[in-house]
């Protein structure tokens, strides 16, 4: 067996580490005797959508969604049947606002994808810090940290996971991200897969069943520093709420 990932655009987006879940990706992939390939997707060339069983889009700045935003209209047709078409994604903060409509910055308008029917809209305080989800679609609460100005709504789409800790889509709704298809798209960095094993395993039994046409179990790896990570993150942050420790805001780990 053999799956290709496809690292998009990045030397434009690789904030914060998401250069990390390509790795978590290839490794976990590699501790199981299943091939992989990395195929970066450099902007203004063109993709082979049909090659890919996993495509993963990190984060980047607002200057970096302008220069994307051009070189995007050339692969829009194409990604969005990619997605629809049970293609796997993980896009990260700025790829996550660029698979929608649109982006409104302070100064300008940056046109998305259209991909999902969503909108982001720009305001002066950032949402920072760490974040603890909780996901009926993962045994595990899902940990990261979040950097972004931008308030997205998703509509009736699926969250990725409700916000224990942290601030989520716009700060107030109480969610984080989305999930369609076999696509996530969230605000977390971190990077996010090597700190939630479950989420990245999630993404490859996907990609395996799409590529192979049958279910596929993984075998299980012991992932024991993992979830401790997990596990301190989880301890650290919740009881941080539940103390109200404004010490604790704004602290990565």
Known sequence: MKLSVGH???ELFNLYGDRGNVQCLLKRLQWRGIEADVIPLPAGEKVDFAGLDIICWGGGSD???????????????????????????????????????????????IEGLGILDICTEWKTERLVGNVVLESPSFPSLIVGFENHAGRTEIGDYMPFGKVLFGHGNTGNDGYEGLIHKNLIATYLHGPLLPKNPEVCDWLLERALRRRYGREIALEPLPDVQEHRAN???????????????????????
Do not use: M, W
Request: aromatic residues 10%; proline residues 1%; contains cysteine.
């Open 8 to 10: 998009l655009y990045p």
């Open 63 to 109: 200057r970096g969604q302008e220069i994307a935003a051009g070189h995007l209209k050339a692969i829009r047709a194409d990604f969005q049947s990619y997605v629809e078409d049970g293609g796997v994604v993980l896009a990260v903060c700025a790829a996550y606002q660029l698979l929608g409509n649109y982006y409104r910055t302070e100064k300008r308008t």
């Open 231 to 253: 596990r301190n993150i989880v301890e650290r942050f919740t009881d941080c709420r539940k103390k109200t420790d404004a010490s604790c805001l704004g602290k990565s780990l």
